[in-house]
């Protein structure tokens, strides 16, 4: 289930990113800044199923 994550670092802005998990999106912070190193889910988003509602 994909969800956007809030990840943090020491001193860093704070980070908004979409993954399907904490170590994707840790990944992505980890490219702009190596010293990202936690995070929590703010939304999770419902992935709809092809011709559902």
Excluded: H
């Amino acid at each position: 289930m994909r969800a956007e994550w809030k990840i943090t670092g020491a001193g860093l802005p704070v980070l908004r990113i979409e993954a399907d998990s904490f170590d994707d999106a840790i990944e992505e912070a980890r490219k702009i800044d190596q010293r990202y190193c936690g995070g929590q889910i703010i939304d999770r988003k419902k992935r709809q199923m092809p011709g559902k509602r």
